[in-house]
T-cell receptor
Framework: RKEVEQDPGPFNVPEGATVAFNCTYS??????FFWYRQDCRKEPKLLMSVYSSGNEDGRFTAQLNRASQYISLLIRDSKLSDSATYLCVVTSSTGNQFYFGTGTSLTVIP | DTGVSQDPRHKITKRGQNVTFRCDPI?????LYWYRQTLGQGPEFLTYFQNEAQLEKSRLLSDRFSAERPKGSFSTLEIQRTEQGDSAMYLC????????????FGPGTRLTVT
């Protein structure tokens, strides 16, 4: 079983829409959780860390459910510039290995 | 530019040849990671260094792959006897410390094995 599973999409949404991505992980002892964003032919960049209490950064909200072993990302009021691949990242129990999901492709349409 | 740099950006090699890639992390970062990414997939962890010590390697990393970080600064990744299946983007990332810290990725080295 893969360490991290993500729906690859693609998600095509109109500007202004709200879109949610989910990701499940297999190791209940995983230490840390993140969402990274990767634009076409570019390197991944951190979007936000995911904390147990949930956290929000502007239009982006991340949630962690340790009991069900999933994390989520909610994007409100989608902008054209949000079009990218969103990568769910989970660490090993030591916190030293980082496991990336396959990524979810988002296209925001005018 | 004080970000992570990688060299070369592109490498085309024939099957069976050896290749070496270099990564220069952000100067104050003590952790350095190597990943491999193929089309439609997320980055796959290969190995990581804390300063000059290689502390973990993926079980998927074959013995044809070796990485070094001799003085705790730049790192090299060597692939011996390349195979067509080694064709991928090889990404390097660095971070300030433990798993809570953001990883900063370099632009990658795209390897094509013919």
């Amino acid at each position: 079983r893969k360490e991290v599973e993500q729906d690859p999409g693609p998600f095509n949404v109109p500007e202004g829409a709200t879109v949610a991505f989910n990701c499940t992980y297999s190791n209940s002892a995983s230490q840390s959780f993140f969402w990274y964003r990767q634009d076409c032919r570019k390197e991944p960049k951190l979007l936000m860390s995911v904390y147990s209490s949930g956290n929000e950064d502007g239009r982006f909200t991340a949630q962690l459910n340790r009991a069900s072993q999933y994390i989520s990302l909610l994007i409100r009021d989608s902008k054209l510039s949000d079009s990218a691949t969103y990568l769910c990242v989970v660490t090993s129990s030591t916190g030293n290995q980082f496991y990336f999901g396959t990524g979810t492709s988002l296209t925001v349409i005018p | 530019d004080t970000g992570v740099s990688q060299d070369p950006r592109h490498k085309i090699t024939k099957r069976g040849q050896n290749v070496t890639f270099r990564c220069d992390p952000i100067s104050e970062h003590n952790r350095l990671y190597w990943y491999r990414q193929t089309l439609g997939q997320g980055p796959e962890f290969l190995t990581y260094f804390q300063n000059e010590a290689q502390l973990e390697k993926s079980r998927l990393l074959s013995d044809r792959f070796s990485a070094e970080r001799p003085k705790g600064s730049f790192s090299t990744l060597e692939i011996q006897r390349t195979e067509q299946g080694d064709s991928a983007m090889y990404l390097c990332a660095s971070s300030l410390g433990g798993h809570f810290y953001e990883q900063y990725f370099g632009p990658g080295t795209r390897l094509t094995v013919t």
